[in-house]
């Protein structure tokens, strides 16, 4: 106990999300070369995502939760971060880069997180049947699997990377994709207008 003043988090929060024994034992085999040379093709600019103590937001919430708890509990993670970031690599990249190196030994527990957080959802759209007519209800799940499936493509996104961001190609480069496209269409009008042909 190093520092004394440090409140341990609740053991049962550390089993829910995957901060185990197991897990534990497998980040002590980590080193600052294993992100440094992990083959990770996302070294583009990093997303605007803010911070919160120091945890990237573009996590999902039970990675959120997960690293939060991870730094605390976890000494050589904590290390580890530290020491990587922002010096050698961004926050953002390291956060993936952990989360593709523990994958085998926290999928289980965000799955079943996943899943309590899907069977509250759907039991709130129960009370709401029950109260409301069933058009109501067909709404709310419809809303539920909508929620569900961005849920499992925000977690894609995290892990794989957005190929179509433009802030994950080469600094500098242009897809020949605009974000604004919606503007050209508006703009065109006017800009045949101006066209000294007409």
């Given at each position: 106990a190093e520092n004394s003043k440090q409140v341990d988090p609740d053991p049962d929060e550390l089993e829910r999300f995957?901060?185990?024994?197991?897990?534990?034992?497998?980040?002590?085999?980590?080193?600052?070369?294993?992100?440094?040379?992990?083959p990770l093709l996302d070294d583009g600019p990093v997303s605007d995502?803010?911070?919160?103590?120091?945890?990237?937001?573009?996590?999902?919430?039970?990675?959120?939760?997960?690293?939060?708890?991870?730094?605390?509990?976890?000494?050589?993670?904590?290390?580890l971060r530290y020491e990587l970031c922002p010096r050698i690599m961004k926050e953002r990249k390291f956060w993936k880069i952990y989360f593709m190196l523990v994958n085998r030994h926290v999928t289980a527990y965000e799955k079943k997180y996943e899943e309590?957080?899907?069977k509250s959802a759907e039991q709130e759209r129960d009370n709401i049947v029950d109260?409301?007519?069933?058009?109501?209800?067909a709404e709310a799940a419809h809303s539920l699997k909508?929620?569900?499936?961005?849920?499992?493509?925000?977690?894609?996104?995290?892990?794989?990377?957005?190929?179509?961001?433009?802030?994950?190609?080469p600094d500098g480069a242009d897809d020949g994709?605009?974000?604004?496209?919606?503007?050209?269409d508006d703009n065109s009008e006017d800009e045949l207008s101006k066209d000294p042909k007409n």
């Open positions: 995957g901060v185990t024994d197991d897990l534990r034992e497998f980040v002590k085999t980590l080193s600052i070369s294993t992100f440094q040379d992990f995502a803010p911070t919160v103590a120091n945890v990237r937001q573009d996590l999902t919430d039970w990675q959120a939760r997960h690293a939060t708890l991870v730094l605390s509990a976890v000494k050589e993670v904590s290390k309590a957080k899907l109260d409301e007519p069933t058009k109501v209800g909508k929620a569900t499936s961005a849920a499992e493509q925000d977690l894609d996104v995290f892990l794989l990377g957005d190929l179509a961001d433009s802030d994950e190609g994709f605009d974000d604004d496209f919606d503007k050209i």
